[in-house]
């Protein structure tokens, strides 16, 4: 009798992936240990065995999304015209395939006490953007570009707030034709704030 091969390794890269695409289209709570094992194609203690828990997994998943699709404010341009380019990439990549909206802003959002972990680990990330932005505003200021009197942690949190919102927006099925109105009414704020033109993009 021959004797049975040994099973094919699955690759950890691969399987990771598959799971970011089904927190990504259903949120923590959403995808079920049964979704992540069709997706990855492994048994549930492939699965432990491999990632540790579902909340290890996420967090390894969030990883990968911020690697891959993660995208921040730009440094070396005038601070209106980052924060309207901000936008409307935001605005872009919440509408376009492989997901909708921004796994960060929305994938851990209305969890329950077994989810701690997994909300933890957006808020992480989330909190570092709003200091990104925050840093950004800040060194406007001291360059001249905002009045001193501007309240960058107001303005921060307001940029942020837009980005969330959008994020829910799309996933509520708005499309970037209707994202974009957001960005437009930015541009025009921003332009008559800082007094820097408004930018332009083919």
Known sequence: MRKAGRPRAFDPDEALRRALMVFWERGYEG???????EATGLTA??????FESKERLFERAVRLY?????FGIRDGVPLAEAVVEYLDRAAREFTAEPGRGCLVSTGSLATGQDAKAAAAICRAERDNALAGLRQRIIDAIRQGELPESTDAEGLSRSVGALIQGMSVQARDGATYEDLAHIVTTARAL???STAVPAPHWS
């Open 31 to 37: 995808a079920s240990m049964t979704s992540l094992q």
């Open 66 to 70: 911020q690697d891959e699709y993660g």
């Open 45 to 50: 203690p492939q699965l432990y065995r491999a």
């Open 190 to 192: 921003l332009a008559s």
